[in-house]
Each structure stands twice: as C-alpha cells, then as structure tokens.
C-alpha cells in the first residue's frame, strides 16, 4: 500500500470567440488522442527538464554492473541534500536500489513536472516482485541537481476489502468516509455536459481545497486563447508572490518561469507559489468570469477568487469574529474587504491565530458536479490550439496513482488537500479526474471529502481509506461501456 501520493505537498468572454471557435469546441475530436508520455520501444517519452534528465541519470546507475562513484554523487545531487545523506551513503542506497531492481526501467508514470516526478519502476529479470516507487526532486535553476529521491516497494494501491466492491458498494462506501463527502461520475458529453452515472450529495457545495486551481488554469486559457500571454511568456518569480507551502520557493528570487511550466507546476505538484503568480498575471476579473462561464451553480461562493496567500490570511490573520463577516459577506463587501484588508498584506504568513472551523466553511467551495462542469470547459477547450496543448500538458502532468495513465489515452487529475492539528488531521481532501479514450466522451470522477470540526485533534480523514476507494471506482470506471 502507497504512503505518499503527493497529497502533503501541500474566460470575460463573448460570442465573437464563441463563434469564431477560438477556445470552446462542442465535439470531441475523431483523430487518435495523442499520449502525453508515449511508449516508444518500450521507453516512456518524458520532457526534457530537471528532474526527467536526473532520472536518465538514475536508471543508468541502475543498470547490472554499473558502479556509482562519490564523484557521480557529488556531481549529481544538491548540497542540500549531501548535508543531510553524505555521498558514502547516497551511494550505498543506490547500490541496493541496483540490487533489487537491476536493469530498472519506468514502468508507469504517475507525475512529472520540472521540479518533482513519481513513476514506477521494475526489473524485467525479477517478474512478480514489488514495483518500486520512485519520487525525484530537483533544483529547478542553476546546476538542476537532485534535492529529493526515495523509492519504496509498492503492490497495490487498493486494501483487500474493497477489491470487489461494485460501483453502488464503492460509492456508498466512500460516503461512509468523511462527515461531509461529495461524489460525482459521469460521462462529459458535447457542448460540455456532465451527465451522471453515479452520485452521492453531488450538489452540495463542499470545500474544494487546491481543486480550486482548476478555474485559475482556465484564467490562464482565456489568456492565452486572447493572446494576452503565451506558454512561453517569462514570468519571474517575485518575493511578493511566495505562497505558502510553494515547492519552487527554494528558487532564487527573479527566476524566470514560462508560463506553460507554472501551469504544469500548478496542477501537477499544486505549487501554491506558481498558482499566486499565475493568478497575479491573469488577474483576478478574468478567473471571476471563468468561474461564471464554466456554469458553476454558484459562482458567488467561489468569487472573488482568493490566491493562496489572500485565502491563507483568511485562516491566520484576523480574528474569527472578522473573517467570518468575510466569507459571509456580500459580492461587494467581499471586494472591499479584499481591496483594502487582505491584499495589503502582501505574501501569507504564520500569524497569531489559525481557525480550523474556517478550512471548510470559509475557503474555495464548489459542488462535485461544479468541478465536473469546470474540468467540461477545461476539455472544451479548442482542439489543435496552443491554449488546449498548454491545458492539456497541465491537466496531465499528475494523475495521483499507479493504475491510470496506463489505461486512458488521456488522464486529466487534480486534487488537494487542507489539514490542522497536533497531529495534523485532514478536514478536507478532494479527488478529480478526467479519463478519455480516442472516440469515446470522456468520464470524470469527482471525490471530495470535508470533515468539519472545531476541535483541532478530532479525528480527520483517512487518506489511505479514500485512496483505496477510489481505486476500486476508478478500476470500474474503466470497464464502463
């Protein structure tokens, strides 16, 4: 059973574009879907970056007879990282990593992004045995070297009990699983409708924690589909934009980013660092409008969007009585509030307070079936265009698990997660994927679990039951007809 999944790492538009096909399509394209990391002789086709040309490195050390060397070690690995693991030892991890999967090779590719991937590797002369989980991270500036690597045996993402749930069974299992759960799956058909095939209260609005990034991502789109930015507009990362829990905060300030990389940052790793400066360079009116034009049903609750920063200062900075007339307040209020109490607060923060009753009654909220609609629009997006290559190699970057992107020609994911107390409990974890393949609409599968409390040690969610549940329906998804 999988320990880590990546769940603690921490658009105006009008009908010229409409008609001019600019950024919706209302049908899904005929012609094969290309993967985003095809097999090539047997090779999985990975982008060139940091931590993909590491893993090239990593896999080479991999191979039966090869020796690793404290020099290699030296040259490869940060010193961050040689601080705390010497290069004797590095090398010695390596070697038994050698020794249990010789000749390794990926396997199954659940994330890349520039600064941190997870696949899953195997040794074609040792069938049967574990796979081996792999994460890698690395500097993304500068000498690009691995700050972060582990791997770990892994076999199964699902606990037996629920291997042979039925749909019906998996869904009401999971509705067991936290206070307050949301669950939509369904097929995306044209013209961007979420029609379902099973739900559990999948029209309450339930916090959405980093979900949220969905609707930033289609800010991003309008932009592009408006030539206002492209994926390769340089964005440097300013000291006022540093978000909490952001993975690219080790980057010197003034380090430039292209836009399409920040996407995939984003959503693949949810780096809150890369959603504030996004969100920043897009500008709060245009992610407004993609809130209302991807047909929330309530696209007040979601508005105005808060950044990170701007909803991490919600939690700490005031006192409860005055960040509840926030979140309670009306349209305008809340803009003012904004305008003149949040944003000159400048980057969040570890302040005096911190409300936990807030993570899911006063955060980004949506319904299960709004997040269907927003990954609808998402997908609608005009084939063929740089606005859908830059959506879609975001959208794909992660897919949470082992078992997806092997089965779908496209996988889309996004999820998130918010969580207090000693020790730190979830109040709430949310799932999102888009699953497609060539001539066939789309499925979605949308989990999103909120455990309200006042009570900083009450009990939370359990991470690793919704994994294994949603295992199971994301198994079932696939033998949908």
């Given at each position: 059973m999988i320990r880590s999944i990546g769940l603690v790492l921490l658009l105006s538009f009008g009908s010229p574009l409409v008609a001019q096909g600019r950024l919706y399509s209302d049908s899904f394209e005929s012609p094969p879907i290309v993967r985003q990391f095809p097999l090539v002789g047997g090779a999985y086709q990975l982008p060139a970056g940091p931590t993909t040309n590491q893993l090239v490195w990593l896999l080479s050390e991999l191979a039966v007879g090869?020796?690793?060397?404290?020099?290699?070690?030296?040259?490869?690995?940060?010193?961050?990282?040689?601080?705390?693991?010497?290069?004797?030892?590095?090398?010695?991890?390596?070697?038994?990593?050698?020794?249990?999967?010789?000749?390794?090779?990926?396997?199954?590719?659940?994330?890349?992004?520039?600064?941190?991937?997870?696949?899953?590797?195997?040794?074609?002369?040792?069938?049967?045995?574990?796979?081996?989980?792999?994460?890698?991270?690395?500097?993304?500036?500068?000498?690009?070297?691995?700050?972060?690597?582990?791997?770990?045996?892994?076999?199964?993402?699902?606990?037996?009990?629920?291997?042979?749930?039925?749909?019906?069974?998996?869904?009401?299992?999971?509705?067991?699983?936290?206070?307050?759960?949301?669950?939509?799956?369904?097929?995306?058909?044209?013209?961007?409708?979420?029609?379902?095939?099973?739900?559990?209260?999948?029209?309450?609005?339930?916090?959405?924690?980093?979900?949220?990034?969905?609707?930033?991502?289609?800010?991003?789109?309008?932009?592009?589909?408006?030539?206002?930015?492209?994926?390769?507009?340089?964005?440097?990362?300013?000291?006022?934009?540093?978000?909490?829990?952001?993975?690219?905060?080790?980057?010197?300030?003034?380090?430039?980013?292209?836009?399409?990389?920040?996407?995939?940052?984003?959503m693949g790793i949810s780096d809150n660092t890369a959603t504030d400066l996004l969100h920043q360079q897009v500008g709060r009116p245009v992610i407004n409008q993609v809130v209302s034009d991807y047909a929330m049903s309530q696209p007040t609750v979601l508005t105005p969007l808060l950044g990170i920063s701007e909803?991490?200062?919600?939690?700490?900075?005031?006192?409860?009585?005055?960040?509840?007339?926030?979140?309670?307040?009306?349209?305008?209020?809340?803009?003012?509030?904004?305008?003149?109490?949040?944003?000159?607060?400048?980057?969040?923060?570890?302040?005096?307070?911190?409300?936990?009753?807030?993570?899911?009654?006063?955060?980004?909220?949506?319904?299960?079936?709004?997040?269907?609609?927003?990954?609808?629009?998402?997908?609608?997006?005009?084939?063929?265009?740089?606005?859908?290559?830059l959506v879609d190699r975001a959208m794909g970057a992660q897919v949470a698990q082992p078992g997806v992107r092997n089965l779908w020609d496209r996988a889309w994911y996004k999820g998130g997660s918010l969580a207090a107390g000693n020790p730190v409990q979830f109040r709430v974890l949310t799932h999102a994927w888009l699953l497609e393949d060539t001539g066939r609409d789309p499925y979605v599968v949308v989990a999103m679990s909120n455990s309200p409390s006042t009570d900083p040690g009450a009990p939370g969610i359990n991470q690793f039951d919704v994994q294994s549940v949603l295992g199971r329906i994301l198994q079932l998804t696939d033998q949908l007809p």
């Open positions: 090869e020796t690793t060397t404290e020099a290699e070690v030296n040259t490869h690995f940060d010193p961050a990282w040689l601080a705390q693991v010497d290069a004797a030892t590095t090398v010695t991890f390596i070697n038994s990593i050698r020794t249990s999967y010789p000749n390794a090779a990926v396997v199954d590719v659940i994330a890349v992004t520039p600064v941190r991937l997870t696949v899953l590797i195997d040794s074609p002369s040792a069938p049967g045995a574990p796979f081996g989980f792999m994460s890698l991270g690395a500097r993304y500036a500068g000498t690009q070297r691995i700050v972060l690597f582990g791997v770990s045996a892994f076999n199964n993402v699902m606990f037996p009990a629920d291997q042979a749930l039925s749909l019906v069974q998996a869904a009401d299992k999971f509705a067991t699983l936290s206070s307050a759960p949301g669950l939509f799956v369904g097929r995306v058909r044209p013209g961007g409708v979420c029609e379902p095939i099973i739900e559990r209260q999948s029209t309450t609005l339930r916090a959405t924690a980093s979900i949220f990034k969905t609707w930033v991502l289609g800010g991003v789109a309008r932009a592009v589909a408006n030539n206002t930015i492209t994926a390769t507009t340089s964005i440097p990362m300013v000291a006022s934009e540093l978000a909490p829990g952001g993975i690219i905060n080790a980057e010197p300030v003034g380090t430039p980013f292209p836009a399409g990389e920040l996407a995939i940052l984003m909803q991490f200062h919600v939690f700490r900075s005031f006192d409860l009585a005055t960040a509840n007339s926030y979140v309670n307040g009306t349209e305008p209020f809340q803009q003012n509030f904004l305008d003149t109490q949040i944003v000159p607060l400048g980057p969040c923060c570890s302040g005096p307070t911190f409300h936990t009753e807030l993570l899911t009654a006063g955060t980004w909220r949506a319904t299960a079936a709004d997040v269907c609609r927003a990954f609808a629009g998402l997908r609608r997006t005009a084939q063929g265009s740089d606005t859908f290559d």
